[in-house]
């Protein structure tokens, strides 16, 4: 077999085998298909589409390219996956909260990507905490803990992340099978009985509308399933950020004070909630999904899902205290101010993804991937919609790294703001449940 067969079969509109993609995805692997060849592949894929099987072949292939865990554990192995969003760390109470629950979750999880935050970012702000621990260490702390969010290593799913690379730099990223097949591959290679989806949608998610939300959440359980394992999806709002904290030791706070109780986002619960009791009813820990609710809010009101935070904190190195001391621990940007919007009257629109580009702008992001991320810089205390703004309540506080970045930002997330005389009717949250 050759690979510019495979490409042509493709660009003629005929369906591929299991065989040709289990071949081609070999090759990316071992680096015997050439890059030109894994673009004109995915071009070729974007302008003729794979159907289900297609998809499902091409995950498992990607999937069975490096390393797939293997798990002996007393209870389900679980994951979640969000498509990237502002002010979304949800993944930092989830997973501690579907341990207490009697999951298990290794959390393979990615770094910053455009606009929107990455959950290893968040983690990297957190001193001594090692976001790449050997595979030795990830059992270890995931069997006594029940949790473990790290990064993907090289040993998983290495035909994606050349894939992705070759995409990225070819014009072929936004292709809903290939996003499907990526996602899917990370995820299913960490030897998942259950997943649970957030795709956003508005402003400031990858998927504007919700027609491409719907058909990205289709895909990803239709293929999940197809796959063996059983998935779920949530079509979530990001018209606004979700936390009222954007910038990586800003969202982790947020988070602390979320799962001590001390301060708690009324749409961050009521995401993290949703996302825990589907996905404690698909692997079998609740009879349904209300149950599952049930269970994982008694998680969070009863400190059991702090406790095994704090435990997996200290597990892969960070310190014992950290929510005890997390206010004193992260680090903290030496200019801090209240921003005020130009006018007064109610938020009516956020444009989320400005807010999370201003936040890059800080140095809360990347603009390339050698960049080095201040942990520090960001906002936090951000007006919801519905709100009302004016010359006493400001609709954000900066942290920014000099006096002159935190005037830009400022200018950026005054421009992101419109204010009108009255509060617009508030938009449903979680918008559709597909599985």
């Known amino acids: 077999m050759l690979p510019q067969e495979v490409i042509t079969a493709k660009r003629d509109g005929r369906a591929l085998s299991a065989e040709e993609l289990r071949f081609f995805v070999a090759g990316i692997t071992d680096g015997s298909i050439e890059d030109s060849q894994i673009s004109a592949l995915a071009m070729a894929i974007i302008w003729r589409g794979l159907d289900r099987d297609e998809r499902v072949a091409l995950t498992l292939a990607m999937r069975d390219s490096g390393k797939v865990l293997a798990w002996d554990l007393p209870g389900p192995v679980v994951d979640k996956h969000s498509t990237g969003g502002v002010g979304d760390n949800v993944s930092l109470m989830l997973a501690p909260a579907l341990a207490a629950c009697g999951a298990y979750v290794p959390m393979i999880s990615g770094r910053g990507l455009g606009h929107t935050g990455g959950t290893l970012d968040k983690f990297d702000a957190i001193p001594g905490y090692r976001t790449q621990p050997g595979e030795d260490e990830l059992r270890r702390v995931v069997g006594e803990v029940g949790c473990a969010v790290i990064g993907q290593t090289d040993e998983i799913a290495p035909a994606d992340k050349r894939f992705y690379g070759v995409r990225d730099v070819s014009g072929t990223v936004e292709s809903l099978d290939l996003i499907t097949a990526s996602i899917l591959s990370k995820k299913l290679a960490a030897g998942l009985q259950a997943l649970v989806l957030d795709v956003k949608v508005g402003n400031g998610a990858f998927m504007a509308s919700a027609d491409e939300a719907r058909a990205l959440a289709r895909s990803l359980v239709s293929v999940a399933g197809g796959a063996g394992c059983p998935t779920a999806a949530l079509i979530t709002d990001m018209n606004e950020p979700l936390a009222s904290a954007a910038g990586n030791a800003l969202e982790v706070a947020n988070a602390a004070a979320f799962l001590t109780g001390a301060e708690i986002d009324s749409r961050l619960w009521d995401v993290t909630v949703a996302q825990g009791g589907t996905l404690l009813a698909l692997a079998g820990l609740a009879p349904d999904v209300a149950t599952g609710e049930a269970r994982l809010r008694e998680a969070f009101h009863s400190g059991a899902a702090a406790e095994r935070f704090g435990r997996m904190v200290s597990a892969l190195g960070g310190p014992t205290d950290f929510l005890e001391r997390y206010a004193e621990i992260l680090a903290q940007a030496p200019v801090v101010r209240d921003v005020f919007a130009s006018g007064e009257g109610f ?89």
């Open 347 to 435: 938020v009516t629109r956020i444009d989320t993804r400005a807010v999370g580009l201003a936040v890059v702008e800080l140095g809360g992001g990347r603009r390339k991937r050698a960049d080095v991320i201040d942990p520090a810089v960001g906002f936090d205390r951000l007006l919801g919609l519905g709100l009302r703004a004016d010359a006493e309540t400001p609709i954000a506080r900066v942290h920014a790294a000099s006096e002159a970045a935190a005037d830009a930002a400022a200018a950026r997330l005054a421009a992101a703001y419109t204010l009108s005389e009255r509060p617009e009717p508030e938009a449903d949250l979680i918008k559709e449940r597909i599985s």
